[in-house]
């Protein structure tokens, strides 16, 4: 056995020892990078620390939720209030209100709220909910869109189960998929057979507002409206993941930046909407919300059921009040900047270096595709005929120049309000080191 060289490497060795893969979250394995995962032991502003005191600028933001940052203060004294009354009581709090309250003056499409425990939870509940009040079966998703891991909608699902070239998951039954129409996204003509052969069985189409689970993808023009359209012609509902997108690209989410019912043109509102990440500020939490005769079939004064011991955490629900009040209009145009000049700055790097590549965006969040320049990508076969094989060098290269991406090509790139001046030179600085290893770079088998 080669000796530990790193504490990470000792950390994951005791890891996999206890846990499957020696995590906790697939993703986080390093398996599409290679190499050995990052134990981390603190997160401040715009930066992370390993269990060797190695310091990185920090583009992956616990995946989305650090919006304002590591450790934001007014966060942080805001857990400490909370922390000092109790940890969970299993009863109704005024801090669920609160934050129920701040999402629905930033998202007007939601009349109700259900405060739920994770993104995947509050996507099952959405497509249980759309189930029970349509009494209809079946739900129409898009290949490499994520909603958690549900065992209904992990058929062509993008994030970790790209990262790991599976096309869905052991132990889901063939008649769970069977309930499940996968289409190509951005596809209308799809769309429009799936609901002329299937149209009185359609529950429910659930998309991510913008796909960010397999790289970023840009809905085309008026697509979006185009899937509300066609729910309500139907009778179906449409549900739109905001897990990652919502009040991070905007904040009001993806709906409100790209005009949402206030687009003279294409105007467009969810009948559902799914929430996680940022409206947790860090701690597990996430919600579902929508029109309000929808949201009435829940329990308890409806006959669809869910329900969670720890669901409204007062810890959680305080961390969310606390980052959603912080997050004011500077904080996204602050974003909304860095996410320009540093996919601009990886763009020029890659082509100074002769690298082919597409930069995905959906508002403050990209990815890099390789590749991809002629066409770019949008959808799932796009992301998946990429040179892949590139972003393992390209990603190692920033790592050892002090700089933390993710860990895989399909993920996006997240920056926030405590990325400044000295953290973007930072990164700006270990880019062309890294794009002359995405050059570098070969096919493996």
Sequence with gaps: MTTPSTTSDSLYERARALMPGGVNSPVRAFGSVGGTPRFLVDAQGAYVTDADGTQYVDLVGSWG??????????????????????????????????????????????ELLRMVSTGTEATMTAVRLARGFTGRNLIVKFAGCYHGHVDSLLAAAGSGVATLALPGSAGVTEATTAETLVLPYNDVEAVEEAFRTHGANIAAIITEAAPANMGVVTPAPGFNAFLSRISAEHGALFIVDEVMTGFRTHPGGYWKLTGGADDAEHPWTPDLLTFGKVIGGGIPAAALGGRADVMNHLAPIGPVYQAGTLSGNPIAMAAGVATLTAATDEVYRHVDARSLELSHALSDALAEAGVDHSIQRAGNLFSVAFGTSEHGVWNYADAQGQEAFRYGPFFHSMLDSGVYLPPSVYEAWFLSAAHDDAAMERVLAALPAAARAAAEAVPTD
Excluded: C, K, M, N
């Design 65 to 110: 939720p650090a919006l304002l940052g590591h450790s934001h203060p007014d966060v942080i004294a805001a857990v400490h209030r909370a922390v000092d009354h109790g940890l969970t009581f299993g009863a109704s709090t005024p801090a669920e209100a609160d934050l129920a309250q701040l999402v629905q003056q930033r998202v007007p499409a939601v």
